[in-house]
């Protein structure tokens, strides 16, 4: 098998950098050419001085934080996965543990900086409406001498992205490309009147549920952010209720519908919600709280799939899989999810995961499980169930 590129050379040195959980099948370097991007040009326009305050927003695994370490970034951060392969590519390169102060997406950067920040670098989110969220959030510590540098893959900036920058920001232009990837250069025009940031934002679901309606409060990294998912519509819709489902986990839970409907159909279960972004687990906590106010608790974790989840604890896993890991496509985290839930769940406990018709997801079930059932389908989805056993 090809062994995966791990070590970063750049002006600012060599590090060696794994993407996090350390996958021996791994496909994917910790890092992008975008990364490489900036820190070339960084170098080439000598913008780096001694005692310059320096902020990273969306920094993948330490790709850009840990070259500049020396430069003591803050680095803003929604993502569990990057910031533990943050802690560890850290540990692994001798970086003191006090050179990069990660905070979390939610965090106002005006409690962080005491005045306007020197440099500002941008990693392009998945989503627009994060990219507008974090536009708004670092707002307030920039100034008409900041130097504020996105990156990303050319595939991923249109004009639409350009267009948030100037209504936000001010000015902006973009690079020429290098190797797929391109940088926008942005300047803050301080006369600009600036609209308030609209997240979170809110939609109430397409229908009762046992006559409550419920209306979704959605962060604005959360998938299914503007509606809710087709996928998790056809999930919600064939919840199981049963008594004997006495702790049931929403893995991956996003904005927590799904967890947050089976609460409410099976209303003796103890409930859990894990997501590894820090805007899903506060959105599921919202979520909850709307509907049960004082009466229910409800444990929610920020964390790598099930970690924090105790083996042989569960009776029924929720699991609409994601196919993404920050912009890149792969299955790994779903077969992570599916493997640690045979570990989580009770003998005779279930899974239930959604698929898009298109995913291997029966076949990769099975030769887990030894079982898999297709509880419902329609035309786009298949409602999966597999029993330990
Ligand atoms: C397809 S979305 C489903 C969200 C929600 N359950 C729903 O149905 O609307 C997949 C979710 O998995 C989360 N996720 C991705 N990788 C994860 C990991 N390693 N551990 C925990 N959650 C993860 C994503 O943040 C996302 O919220």
């Known amino acids: 098998m090809e062994q995966i590129n791990t070590l970063l050379e750049t002006a600012f040195g060599r590090y060696q950098l794994q993407r996090f ?18 820190l070339q040009h960084l170098d080439e326009n000598k913008l780096l001085t001694e005692n310059i305050s320096l902020l990273i927003v969306n920094d993948g695994f330490g790709g850009l934080s840990i070259p500049l370490s020396r430069y003591k970034p803050v680095v803003m951060i929604d993502s569990y996965l990057a910031s533990h392969g943050i802690v560890l590519n850290s540990q692994n390169n001798t970086i003191d543990e006090d050179a990069i102060t990660i905070s979390n997406s939610l965090d106002r950067p005006e409690d962080i900086f005491t005045t306007s920040v020197d440099i500002v670098l941008i990693k392009l989110p998945k989503s627009l409406a ?61 006369r600009l009147t600036v609209s308030e940031n609209p997240f979170p934002t809110s939609y109430t679901l397409p229908y009762k549920l046992d006559g409550i309606d419920l209306e979704v409060n959605n962060h604005a990294a959360v998938f299914s952010q503007d509606k809710l998912d087709v996928g998790a519509r056809f999930f919600v819709e064939n919840l199981p209720a049963d008594e004997k489902y006495t702790t049931i986990v929403d893995l991956g839970c996003g904005n927590g519908v799904l967890g947050v409907m089976a609460a409410i ?61 920050n912009n890149a496509i792969t299955d790994n985290v779903a077969w992570q999810m599916f493997s640690e839930s045979k570990e ?26 030894g079982n898999c059932e297709v509880v419902a389908s329609n035309n786009k989805f298949t409602l999966l169930k597999v029993i330990k056993s």
Request: glycine share 2%; proline share 3%; net charge negative.
């Open 265 to 325: 159909k099976n209303p003796t279960a103890n409930l859990v919600f894990t997501d590894e972004s820090y805007m899903a687990v506060e959105s599921a906590i919202s979520n909850f709280v709307s509907v049960f106010e004082e009466t229910r608790e409800a444990e929610f974790l920020q964390t790598d799939c099930l970690q924090g989840v105790e083996d042989n604890s569960v009776s029924l896993i929720l699991c609409n899989p994601p196919f993404h890991q």
């Open 130 to 190: 994060m990219l507008e969220d974090q536009l708004h959030r670092i707002r307030p510590v920039l100034s008409s001498t900041t130097i504020i540098i996105a990156a990303g893959m050319t595939k991923n900036i249109h004009m639409s992205t350009m267009k948030l920058f100037e209504k936000i920001i001010g000015d902006t232009k973009t690079s020429l490309a290098r190797k797929k990837s391109r940088l926008i250069f942005s300047q803050v025009d301080e």
């Open 21 to 38: 959980p350390v996958n021996k099948a791994e496909k994917l370097r910790a890092w992008d050419a975008a990364d490489e991007y900036v």
């Open 344 to 369: 989580a769940l009770t003998q005779k406990g279930e899974l239930w995961v959604i698929a898009n018709r298109h995913l291997a997801y029966h076949a990769k079930l099975k030769t887990i499980f």
